[in-house]
């Protein structure tokens, strides 16, 4: 009987190390699949999440496939996916920068960076080694159940920390004390340092402790926010800026404006 192919999304978050551990080592069916884990990297990680994947390829023996969003050609969204490794991995923002070159900034009303540069990359990625209808594996807890793609099952995904290890946050925290090395990161960083995802208050945080950490930030707001760069752009005036209200990243580190209510954070801007 043939393998069935199971694709592990891996954020670099500590619950996603737990979901992949948990493959590998744990489940009694392992066996019976194929299995491909990827990270794709966009460059704004923090540092200490580039270095946690690393120590779980190294400490656990488990192959990691780090790949990077490059565009397919000077226009459109098609991707040609670039293999990299912990050396060679982008510490600038350079796939981001890449992706907003094409297809402008992307904001609360236009989110699609992560479909681009994670979604689109990895299934881009699978699709030139042949890894075709797998199935896919991403670690959401079970406190978390709010974000279960309600097409879970059309989409083939699976929450293996959901239906087949029911997990939380605090197992979560518990079971990284026992593991010989964790995941060392300010928590308001995240796995994207100044996601636009992230709510007001911790963005403020992050530009009282951090304020270095919004200059790439900045950058791409001053080189590319006056830009239309799709049609949805064309009645609206510039400058277009990622975060709430058009709010630029200056305005947010004066920290003058007001505090709206924390929203929810997705992994890929949590460390958990």
């Not at 923090?46 to 050609?73: H, L």
């Not at 900034?105 to 989110?111: C, D, E, F, K, S």
Request: aromatic residues 14%.
């Amino acid at each position: 009987m043939d393998k069935k192919n199971l694709l592990i999304s891996f954020s670099g978050g500590r619950t996603s190390g737990r979901m992949l551990y948990y493959l590998y080592n744990e489940w009694a069916e392992r066996f019976d699949w194929n299995m491909l884990t990827v990270f794709a990297n966009t460059g704004k990680e923090d540092e200490g999440t580039y270095k946690f994947i690393y120590d779980c390829m190294m400490r656990w023996n488990i192959p990691i496939s780090w790949i990077e969003y490059q565009p397919a050609t000077k226009a459109g969204w098609g991707v040609n996916p670039k293999l990299v490794d912990y050396k060679t991995a982008s510490r600038n923002g350079e796939p981001f920068e890449e992706m907003i070159k094409l297809v402008g900034i992307p904001t609360t009303n236009a989110p699609f960076c992560s479909t681009i540069l994670k979604a689109r990359t990895i299934k881009a990625y699978c699709r030139s080694l042949g890894f075709t209808k797998h199935y896919t594996a991403i670690g959401i807890r079970n406190d978390e159940i709010d974000r279960v793609n309600p097409h879970w099952a059309k989409e083939r995904i699976i929450y293996p920390l959901i239906s087949m290890i029911p997990t939380t946050k605090q197992d979560i925290m518990d079971w990284w004390k026992f593991q010989g090395f964790d995941l060392i990161i300010d928590s308001d960083l995240g796995n994207c340092d100044c996601c636009w995802k992230k709510d007001l208050k911790r963005l403020q945080r992050i530009g009282v402790k951090s304020p270095e950490k919004f200059e790439w930030w900045q950058n791409m707001t001053d080189k590319y926010g006056s830009e239309i760069k799709r049609p949805s752009q064309a009645n609206l005036k510039p400058p277009f800026n990622f975060y709430r209200g058009n709010l630029s990243p200056q305005q947010i580190i004066s920290g003058e404006h007001k505090i709206e209510k924390p929203n929810h954070c997705s992994e890929s801007c949590e460390p958990f």
